[in-house]
């Protein structure tokens, strides 16, 4: 089996978080081109510029809205979304109709590797029947599958795509072995192979999972601790002390992973007849941690005699976490619409997130402009700017600093 560089013609379908990275890297070790059905996204991209900051783009890079660019291409690379629905059950349209659309033009001898967080088996029983049904092809005779779970973090510039080791997994050794050969070129800290696709699927699902029922535990700390006017923080700083002690703070759990992904799992075990107990007890806490945030604010104004009925409230941050422009599943806003229950007055201001965006999708219009005179301020996603000398003369002159 030869395995060079110049036999391999690669597309990443989806340019999002995930999926622009892995194009910029790739395309400086092979022959790549970039898909993604947002005409907007493409022609920005075009022009080398990157709406999300997550990517500097200093070469020209290879990028199409038609599918029909793809025909010479035998390795293709899924990166796009897999969110949940209003009912908290996976989304797979998006990953479906990449699916329908790499079968169009898939040739014999292709290889399709998934990178899209999904529950284990749905490769293999979700995307292997489509192709097969659309092309009548046949896996390991005609074309290939892998898998390997996207490990990215937006608005992190250490843990990059090429520091975080890559778990490679395919349908055969023929496929894992040209699978890895392409992700060892551009990964520095190296591959984690596995010949099964289930167990790299199950992998990446229970990263998430595990993070969001540790941080389900402190949250629901946080709640115990306020009733006992215990200070969670100094409890958590004298605990971490120990070396054994798993450092986790308390805060909203949202974005694209760690507030989705134990849903995948969940609807997975459904399916199969198992009632998972730990699993949805930390979601459960976590999907309503902004109501005890919103009393525990409250608390606050009553103890420093603010009184609710005349406020004005600035809240920080829109993103679902510090230093990204990624808003994502972003429990901000939860927490934002409990509040205007019994608060009228509150204003949102991010000047990392799209504008645009959080009007289309969260119905709320951040303010440029808050030299107004606030009461009390709320810092919601903790960006590096807040700490500049505008925003410290914010916080000097509010009655209240409320960090979540």
Same mark, same amino acid.
């Given at each position: 089996m030869s395995l060079k560089i110049s036999n391999f013609k690669i597309a990443v379908i989806g340019l999002g978080y995930v999926g622009l990275p892995l194009l910029v890297s790739l395309s400086k070790k092979f022959d790549c081109i970039g898909y993604d059905i947002n005409k907007t996204r493409i022609q920005n991209l075009k022009k080398k510029k990157d709406e999300t900051e997550e990517i500097k783009i200093t070469d020209k890079l290879n990028v199409t809205n038609r599918i029909k660019d793809l025909a010479s291409v035998n390795f293709f690379i899924v990166s796009v979304p897999t969110p949940i629905n209003s009912k908290n059950d996976p989304d797979i349209l998006p990953i479906k109709k990449a699916t329908l659309s790499i079968s169009k033009i898939l040739k014999p001898g292709s290889i399709i590797v998934y990178e899209s967080t999904v529950y284990p088996g &749905? #490769?293999?029983? @979700?995307c292997k029947k489509i192709i097969e049904r659309e092309t009548q092809f046949k896996i390991n005779k005609d074309y290939y599958l892998g898998y390997s779970p996207e490990r990215i973090n937006p608005g992190d510039k250490i843990n990059t795509l090429e520091n975080i080791v890559? @778990? !490679?997994s395919a349908s055969n050794n023929t496929a894992l072995k040209k699978i890895n050969f392409v992700y060892k070129k551009v990964i520095k800290a190296g591959t984690f192979q596995l010949k099964s696709i289930k167990e790299a699927e199950a992998s990446k699902v229970i990263e998430n999972t595990q993070r969001d029922i540790n941080i389900g535990f402190i949250n629901e700390l946080y709640f115990i601790f306020s009733k006992m006017n215990i200070d969670i923080n100094n409890v958590l700083a *004298? *605990? =971490? #002390?120990k070396w054994n002690f798993l450092d986790f703070k308390p805060g909203l759990v949202g974005g694209h992973c760690v507030? !989705?992904?134990p849903y995948y799992l969940y609807y997975k075990c459904k399916k199969i007849g198992i009632n998972p107990k730990i699993l949805m007890s930390g979601r459960r806490t976590n999907d309503n941690f902004h109501k005890v945030l919103v009393k525990e604010f409250k608390k606050k104004l009553s103890k420093s005699k603010i009184r609710l009925k005349s406020l004005n409230v600035l809240i920080l941050g829109a993103t679902f976490k510090p230093n990204t422009r990624d808003i994502r599943n972003s429990r901000i806003f939860n927490f934002y619409n409990e509040l205007k229950r019994d608060i009228k007055k509150i204003d949102m201001h991010d000047p990392l997130a799209n504008h645009n965006e959080v009007i289309k999708y969260y119905n709320v219009k951040l303010e440029k402009n808050i030299n107004k005179k606030y009461d009390a301020c709320i810092v919601a996603s903790n960006h590096n700017i807040f700490k500049s000398m505008k925003y410290e =003369? @914010? &916080?000097?002159k509010v009655k209240l600093v409320f960090k979540i």
């Amino acid at each position: 089996m030869s395995l060079k560089i110049s036999n391999f013609k690669i597309a990443v379908i989806g340019l999002g978080y995930v999926g622009l990275p892995l194009l910029v890297s790739l395309s400086k070790k092979f022959d790549c081109i970039g898909y993604d059905i947002n005409k907007t996204r493409i022609q920005n991209l075009k022009k080398k510029k990157d709406e999300t900051e997550e990517i500097k783009i200093t070469d020209k890079l290879n990028v199409t809205n038609r599918i029909k660019d793809l025909a010479s291409v035998n390795f293709f690379i899924v990166s796009v979304p897999t969110p949940i629905n209003s009912k908290n059950d996976p989304d797979i349209l998006p990953i479906k109709k990449a699916t329908l659309s790499i079968s169009k033009i898939l040739k014999p001898g292709s290889i399709i590797v998934y990178e899209s967080t999904v529950y284990p088996g &749905f #490769t293999e029983d @979700i995307c292997k029947k489509i192709i097969e049904r659309e092309t009548q092809f046949k896996i390991n005779k005609d074309y290939y599958l892998g898998y390997s779970p996207e490990r990215i973090n937006p608005g992190d510039k250490i843990n990059t795509l090429e520091n975080i080791v890559k @778990i !490679v997994s395919a349908s055969n050794n023929t496929a894992l072995k040209k699978i890895n050969f392409v992700y060892k070129k551009v990964i520095k800290a190296g591959t984690f192979q596995l010949k099964s696709i289930k167990e790299a699927e199950a992998s990446k699902v229970i990263e998430n999972t595990q993070r969001d029922i540790n941080i389900g535990f402190i949250n629901e700390l946080y709640f115990i601790f306020s009733k006992m006017n215990i200070d969670i923080n100094n409890v958590l700083a *004298a *605990a =971490k #002390t120990k070396w054994n002690f798993l450092d986790f703070k308390p805060g909203l759990v949202g974005g694209h992973c760690v507030g !989705v992904d134990p849903y995948y799992l969940y609807y997975k075990c459904k399916k199969i007849g198992i009632n998972p107990k730990i699993l949805m007890s930390g979601r459960r806490t976590n999907d309503n941690f902004h109501k005890v945030l919103v009393k525990e604010f409250k608390k606050k104004l009553s103890k420093s005699k603010i009184r609710l009925k005349s406020l004005n409230v600035l809240i920080l941050g829109a993103t679902f976490k510090p230093n990204t422009r990624d808003i994502r599943n972003s429990r901000i806003f939860n927490f934002y619409n409990e509040l205007k229950r019994d608060i009228k007055k509150i204003d949102m201001h991010d000047p990392l997130a799209n504008h645009n965006e959080v009007i289309k999708y969260y119905n709320v219009k951040l303010e440029k402009n808050i030299n107004k005179k606030y009461d009390a301020c709320i810092v919601a996603s903790n960006h590096n700017i807040f700490k500049s000398m505008k925003y410290e =003369k @914010i &916080f000097s002159k509010v009655k209240l600093v409320f960090k979540i």
